[in-house]
């Protein structure tokens, strides 16, 4: 396999002589994804090449203050297909399946560019033309500011601060498992560049509405405690997100609620996204890997946290992976 070096090598070579860019990422983007493609903005800004970033769909507004002058665009066929389809790359950040990309799948297949995923997940797709992947980093992010370092261009605050976003957002705010040493040093240097941490802890963690505290509420009040408390289930229904002015997004910290209680290692959110589809967050501890699972069916993510979407209601939904996720569960216990 290539070195990691010489990929960025090689991609950088292609930014350099490109007309144009487009940078995207997987649905429901997080702060990795909107981190990282702002950051792979600001770099490829220095080589005087057109950078779009369009996306499938927009980011929870607690993130808006890494993107302040308002780059990132939500995909419109009518507006972006043609940019999609002539663009010299099609670069996806902090993702490497295509049906993670939406209705952006079509136009990207079919683009007469080099698409590329650039991405810190196990296992990519050979659905992209060239792939730029480090398993090993703590987040995107990360390999953005390897990518810079390669460049040879300093880092802007901006870019810096993206970047933070990316990296505490994937570590839990250096909690799980990927808080190596190297994610550490990652936050020293951006520090050092003049990221202010607890300023992007409030714009960050200080902002939620008044909708998410009532469904983390109502959650955390009907959760399930399965296996000896080593299984804790949640179930969020459309009818409470819009009781209680809660976004869909909000269910992705919820979950992690769930993990707080003592003796427990795995996690498990279902909700409702339609009368026929159920998406579906996994959290664990240490090593039991719910990544596994979840590719099953044909999601993904990390081993610590993954997710997937069925097409089924929540029942069903329920009925299909509770008692993998028990098995799993008990798998770990007997281990």
Not at 146 to 171: H, K, N, W
């Amino acid at each position: 396999m290539d070195r990691l070096e010489d990929l960025y090598r090689d991609l950088l070579e292609h930014l350099k002589t490109a007309d144009l860019v487009v940078l995207t990422t997987h649905l429901s983007p997080d702060g990795d994804g909107i981190g990282s493609q702002i950051a792979l903005a600001k770099l490829i800004d220095n080589f005087d090449v057109e950078v779009r970033i369009i996306n499938h769909d927009p980011a929870p507004p607690e993130l808006d203050f890494i993107d302040p002058t308002g780059r990132i665009e939500i995909y419109c066929p009518e507006r972006h297909d043609e940019k999609i389809l002539t663009a010299n790359l099609v670069i996806c950040v902090d993702n490497s399946a295509p049906q993670r990309l939406g209705e952006m799948r079509g136009p990207i297949e079919r683009s007469a560019g080099i698409t590329v995923t650039f991405d810190h997940h196990p296992q990519p797709d050979p659905f992209w033309r060239k792939r730029v992947v480090d398993e090993t980093a703590s987040c995107t992010g990360e390999m953005v500011y390897r990518l810079q370092e390669e460049s040879g261009f300093p880092m802007c605050l901006e870019a810096a601060r993206a970047i933070y976003v990316a990296l505490v957002g994937d570590t839990g705010r250096f909690r799980f498992g990927n808080t190596n040493a190297r994610a550490l040093k990652l936050a020293v240097d951006l520090v050092e560049i003049g990221v202010q941490p607890a300023a992007v802890h409030t714009l960050l963690d200080e902002r939620k509405s008044l909708g998410y505290l009532r469904l983390l509420g109502e959650s955390l009040k009907e959760l399930e405690v399965l296996c000896r408390g080593r299984l804790v289930v949640l179930n969020v229904t459309a009818e409470q997100i819009e009781r209680t002015g809660a976004r869909p997004g909000d269910t992705s910290e919820i979950i992690n609620e769930a993990l707080r209680l003592e003796g427990s290692c795995v996690a498990a959110l279902f909700r409702q996204s339609g009368s026929a589809e159920t998406k579906i967050s996994l959290r664990s501890k240490r090593s039991l890997d719910v990544n596994a699972l979840a590719r099953r069916f044909g999601g993904g993510g990390h081993r610590n946290a993954s997710g997937m979407v069925l097409d089924c209601g929540m029942e069903e939904a329920r009925r299909s992976l509770l008692p993998l996720l028990e098995e799993l569960v008990s798998e770990s216990n007997s281990s």
